[in-house]
């Protein structure tokens, strides 16, 4: 059931008996919000769903400071490709920040990183001539991200999960990040993907949790996992 609840305050708290998760989501990677949002609610959770393009990364955020949501399933994390390359679906510099601020639990993924979001060919800047596009909409052109950029990008990750207050996880797919980052996707860039995962791995403190599987982002053992790390989180939080 998708519920908003009254204002909240609960850092330093026990979690409210009503636990709302809010998840993050993109069309590339709908397969893995949708199956996580039904095992979240047969976990009892409610789910607050947030379509990753600029705007809904705002409003999650928006939403945590507001003591709506008490637990983060962040599994598209496109926004912050957005942010650190210069595309058009950022969320700003303050995204995967609130989660942490609040130290309420929280589970990121990389969900389409491998992209970065731009309107028709005409309107994507000079300086990114040359590279790997790919025509998703009428509207939407997207970019593949490179290793330099996702190295850049899970630097930004680490910063702000390093500062977490409350129980923070990592779930790192390494077979891809999208429904186009797939083997024989137009996006599937193995040394990409592993440019992130090992910089990531390597910038995190040992108070995160990191889990890596051998397997793609959509894969139902990717959202089966990331449920059950966010359910132990939430578990930690409440019998502080």
């Known amino acids: 059931m998708l519920t908003l609840i009254p204002f909240v305050m609960i850092r330093g708290a026990h979690l409210p008996t009503l636990v709302v998760v809010g998840l993050t989501s993109f069309g590339s990677t709908t397969t893995a919000t949708n199956l996580a949002s039904t095992l979240l609610m047969e976990r009892s959770f409610d ?3 947030f379509h990753a ?7 999650a955020e928006q939403f945590v400071r507001n003591g709506q949501i008490h637990a983060m399933l962040d599994l598209t994390t496109t926004e912050v490709a957005d942010e650190v390359v210069g595309g058009d ?17 929280q589970v990121i993924l990389p969900g389409a990183i491998d992209m970065v979001n731009f309107g028709p060919p005409d309107t994507i800047p000079k300086r990114f001539a040359g590279r790997h596009f790919l025509r998703h909409t009428p509207t939407v052109t997207l970019m593949r991200t490179t290793e330099a950029e996702n190295r850049l990008i899970a630097d930004f990750v680490a910063r702000k999960l390093t500062r977490a207050t409350g129980p923070t996880g990592v779930v ?18 193995e040394a990409a993907d592993r440019a992130f995962i090992e910089t990531l791995r390597s910038s995190l403190p040992p108070h995160v949790r990191v889990l890596e599987l051998d397997a793609h982002i959509n894969d139902p053992m990717v959202a089966k996992h990331s449920v059950e790390l966010l359910s132990e989180l939430i578990e930690r939080q409440d019998n502080r």
């Open 89 to 105: 679906f950022s969320a700003g510099p303050e995204r995967l920040e609130a989660a942490g601020n609040a130290g309420i639990p």
């Open 47 to 49: 789910v607050l769903a």
């Open 53 to 59: 393009r600029g705007t809904g990364g705002r409003a």
């Open 172 to 189: 790192l797919p390494t077979r891809g990040f999208s429904a186009y980052d797939i083997l024989g996707g137009p996006f599937f860039d």
